[in-house]
C-alpha cells in the first residue's frame, strides 16, 4: 500500500513541499464527520488511506451517498472555487489517514501554486462527473451492478480486499431497503465474487466483480484517467 495522495504527487517538487508544509497528516476515524452541509469549512483533506462518502440529505430522509473521496481526490474541492460552505455532508466509512490543511492557508498556497489550481479545476470535472453518474446510476441501474460498483469502489480506495460493511450501511448508501441489499450481497456471494459474515466482507473474485458492476465504474475511472491522467483503481496503477 502506497501511502500517498495523487493530487499531491502529481505536483512538483516544490508545490508539493510547501503544500505539505501548511498542513500535517491526521488520522480519519471510521464514522467520523469531516464537514457538514450548510456550515463552514475549516479544513481540507488529501487522503492517503481510507476514503469518506459524500452524502445529500433531503429533509428528514437519512441521505444518500452520491460520491467517494479517496486518495485520488480532495475533500473540500469547494474552498478552491471561493466557496466556504460545504454542500454535502462528509462521513469517514474507510479509516486510514490523511493530509488535513487549514482553509486559509490552503487558500494561500492555492493562489501561488499555478500547478495545483490546474490540477483541482482538473478534480473539480472529475466529481462533477462522479456526482452526476450517481444520479444517473440511481435511476436506471438495478442494485446489484450498482452495488458491485460500490464494492469496487471501496476498495480501489481502501486499498485491501477485506473490509467492514453493513448491510444496513449499504442499503443506506445506496438508498434502497436493506432487504434490497441483503438480496443482492446474497447473489454476489453465491457466484463466488464476494464472502461476508457478520458484517466482513471479502472481494474474492475481482474481475467477476467488475463484470457485475454496472458500466458507471468504468466510465468513472476513464474520466478521472482522461482529466487526471491516473486512475483511481488498482486494475490499472495506483502507484
Known sequence: MTNTNNLIELLPRADRQRLRAAGDAVDMTLAEVLSEAGRPTRHVYFPMEGFVSLISRVDAHPGLEVGMVGREG???VHVALGV???PLHAVVQGPGTAWRIAAAPFRRELARSAPLQ???????NVLMAQLAGSAACLRFHLIGPRLARW??????RAQADHFHMTHEFLAYMLGVRRVGVTAAAGVLQT???IEYHRGE????????????????????RRIYGLSIG???GPAIDLS
Do not use: F, K, N, W
Request: with cysteine; net charge positive.
Open 84 to 86: 466556504a460552505i460545504a
Open 230 to 232: 491516473r486512475t483511481p
Open 151 to 156: 464494492l469496487l469502489m471501496s476498495q480501489d
Open 191 to 193: 457466484s463466488g465474487l
Open 201 to 220: 466482507l471479502r472481494v474474492v473474485d475481482r474481475p467477476g466483480l467488475e463484470a457485475a458492476a454496472c458500466s458507471c465504474y468504468l466510465a468513472d
Open 118 to 124: 490546474r490540477s483541482l479545476a482538473r478534480y473539480v
Open 74 to 76: 480532495m475533500l473540500g
